[in-house]
Every structure is written in structure tokens, then in C-alpha cells.
């Protein structure tokens, strides 16, 4: 059974950071794409970025480019997300996702993925 645990959102303004964690409790690890998404009140959930397990190629939403770096720990079974240069339309719900590869779809295409519960990220201006 795959169990994902989110951690590390919070409040901070425009410009500031923050750095999202996501424990995995999948075997063996290093063989599961991991991914961020986000969802705001209103909206559709969207890809973030995610992060293959072989190769270690990186996909991100354009709207966060430069900006945020997704990164995981083998070892530590565990998925980050640092995000820089917060804006206010960061604000959401931020979910990880996880599949086991090879996987079909593009890097943003989680429909057979597991879920954490979410962590609330806000941004004020």
C-alpha cells in the first residue's frame, strides 16, 4: 500500500520560500515517478513538476520555471520541492503523486497515481 505524507507548506509573502517535503512509504523507491501538483480553490488541479526515477529528468509547469527545483532522496524514500520567488497565484493545496515506472502518459498525466493529503501553501502580497 502506498502512503504519501506531505509537510512543510505554510504563510509567507511574495518573494519568500518554501520547502515542500513528501515521505513515501512505496518499494523499492527509486523505481516510482514522483511528481508535485497544486490546486487552488476554483480551479482545476495542475502539474507542478515531477521527477523520473532512472534518468532523474526533471518536468516543470512553465509558470513555475526558474523558480521551483524538485528533488528526491532515494534513501530517505522522500520527494522535495523548493520553491523560490514565491507569488501570490502559488497559492494551493499541494499534493504528491507517485507511480511506478515506466508509466504512460506525459510527466503531468497522474491518473494512476497515488496521493498524499495535501499541504496548504498561501502567499500574501
Known amino acids: 500500500q502506498v502512503r504519501l505524507v506531505e509537510s512543510g507548506g505554510g504563510s509567507v509573502q511574495a518573494g519568500g520560500s518554501l520547502r515542500l517535503s513528501c515521505a513515501a512509504s512505496?518499494?523499492?523507491?527509486?523505481?516510482?515517478?514522483m511528481a508535485w501538483f497544486r490546486q487552488a480553490p476554483g480551479k482545476e488541479r495542475e502539474g507542478v513538476g515531477a521527477i523520473y526515477p532512472s534518468s532523474g529528468n526533471t518536468y516543470y509547469a512553465d509558470s513555475v520555471k526558474g523558480r521551483f527545483t524538485i528533488s528526491r532522496d532515494n534513501a530517505k524514500k522522500t520527494l522535495y520541492l523548493q520553491m523560490n520567488n514565491l507569488k501570490p497565484e502559488d497559492t494551493a493545496m499541494y499534493y504528491c503523486?507517485?507511480?511506478?515506472?515506466?508509466?504512460?502518459?506525459?510527466?503531468?498525466?497522474?491518473?494512476?497515481?497515488?496521493w498524499g493529503q495535501g499541504t496548504q501553501v498561501t502567499v500574501s502580497s
Open positions: 503523486a507517485a507511480d511506478l515506472n515506466p508509466r504512460s502518459g506525459s510527466w503531468s498525466d497522474a491518473r494512476n497515481s497515488d
Open positions: 512505496v518499494y523499492p523507491y527509486n523505481t516510482y515517478w
